[in-house]
């Protein structure tokens, strides 16, 4: 609480995640337009992947609230202002920590998280980090757990809170982490149910009033598609062409789009496909071919 109003005020909204978990949002679309768009790149599946072995022992942690662990350069907390009735009266606020809402706010933890990362991984602790979700392993169920009991002491010490409800520091073959089954004993990576469901639903929405789908419904359709290329494949990309052709005739977001048999065709495929699909292997030996090629040479050419 302040004595002055901020020199911006915010509006308050509110999240909620997969697991139904409500989470306070600081409105700031009036800030983050005013901020530098740095590139930067999060650790994901595919990098899950290319750390992991064939037959690890896996477990999963994270971090409770993790942009409240990162203070905000006093000067610039006048920017994340916001106004609540507080004792029956109007009063100011701001936040001294990171909010959930600030654009920066992903690029700051993941480069804050970025040395802890490094000193695990040099000293042979294979873990990966998507902000606050871990992902750690090894190769067999005493190794997997020393590296767990490292992670999570090592955690606590730099002065993190752990949601230990969603921690799971017990290595076994199976675990899910980003929306994704790691089940270790088959090599295979699989979507979870819950992701399935709720692609599902949407299909059925929209194939139940076609007449009245916009561009961002079937955005967000075509989306969760592709986003479970890990366990689907390539033909995440194949079958959502007329889906994208159908999303780039809108006019606006909020457009309703003019389906064609071909589109309807693509859906209903997913419909028909998209439990079969799901499941793909993860570690691929690799296929090698011999191949015997001809040239000839001149003081002009080759061919």
């Known amino acids: 609480m302040v004595d002055l109003p901020p020199l911006v005020v915010n509006p308050l909204s509110v999240a909620t995640n997969a697991r139904g978990k409500k989470r306070l949002v600081l409105d700031l679309r009036h800030v983050n337009p005013h901020l530098h768009k740095l590139k930067f790149k999060c650790e994901d599946v595919d990098t899950a992947v290319l750390l992991l072995n064939p037959g690890d022992f896996l477990f999963t942690f994270d971090i409770k609230s993790a942009y409240h662990h990162v203070e905000v350069f006093k000067d610039h907390q006048t920017y994340l202002g916001f106004q609540w009735v507080y004792n029956g009266k109007s009063q100011y606020f701001i936040f001294r920590v990171l909010p959930f809402g600030l654009s920066t706010a992903p690029l700051v933890f993941t480069k804050i998280l970025k040395p802890v990362l490094r ?23 005493q190794s997997a757990t020393i590296v767990s009991q490292a992670i999570k002491r090592d955690l606590i010490q730099l002065g993190f809170l752990l949601s230990e409800s969603k921690c799971f520091w017990e290595p076994m073959p199976i675990q899910t982490w980003l929306g994704h089954i790691f089940n270790m004993s088959l090599n295979q990576l699989f979507v979870t149910e819950t992701r399935l469901q709720k692609l599902e639903q949407s299909l059925d929405n929209i194939l139940g009033c076609p007449k009245k789908v916009t561009a ?24 959502t062409r007329h889906m994208y052709f159908a999303i780039e005739t809108r006019e606006h977001w909020g457009s309703i789009l003019s389906f064609n048999s071909k589109l309807t065709t693509e859906l209903q495929y997913w419909v028909s496909n998209l439990r079969t699909l799901n499941g793909r292997d993860m570690f691929r030996e690799p296929q090698l071919f011999d191949t015997i090629v001809y040239s000839d040479a001149s003081d002009q050419g080759y061919g």
């Not at 961002?216 to 079958?239: C, D, E, F, N, T």
């Open 216 to 239: 961002r419904q079937l955005a967000a359709v075509a989306g969760q598609i592709v986003s479970m290329s890990r366990a689907i494949g390539p033909k995440v990309y194949l079958y």
């Open 119 to 141: 000193h695990w991984r040099s000293s042979g602790k294979r873990v990966c980090m998507f902000l606050d979700d871990g992902l750690g392993g090894g190769l067999s169920l």
